[in-house]
């Protein structure tokens, strides 16, 4: 092999073996080991950064909506109360029974839906 030969061979070889060591290497020495590689936060991290948005967000109904049901974040009746259908909704007879009953049983919260018709 001539000394050209050899500089040829080594300008293509050499980037080419590094760039199958960074694929390598990328591939499985990468230390999260998928892109779903998380953990939970909680909301108190978001707000560190997003200062603006996060009091307003606090005070949104989006804060509790998708909290466990506790007595902190239900804020229904569900200590035998009952929802009624709003008058413009409601059909002209027989539709004065609430629509659904609430109650609280074992400390789960049940909303029991009137059967239609
Ligand atoms: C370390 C700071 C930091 C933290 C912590 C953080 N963010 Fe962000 N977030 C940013 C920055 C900076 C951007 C803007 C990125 C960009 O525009 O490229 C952003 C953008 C966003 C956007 C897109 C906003 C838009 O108008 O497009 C959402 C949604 C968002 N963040 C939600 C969250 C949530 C939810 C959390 C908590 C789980 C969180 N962020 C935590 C810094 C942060």
Redesign the pocket.
Known sequence: MTEQQKRILSAILLPAIATVLFFLWSIFLDPHTSGYDAEY?G?K??G???TQIYPEWQRSPHANMTRDPSPISVVGNFDGGNWMLPPEARRPFGDEQPAAKMYNRDGKYYMALRHPG
């Open positions: 936060v909301s991290t978001c560190e950064c997003h």
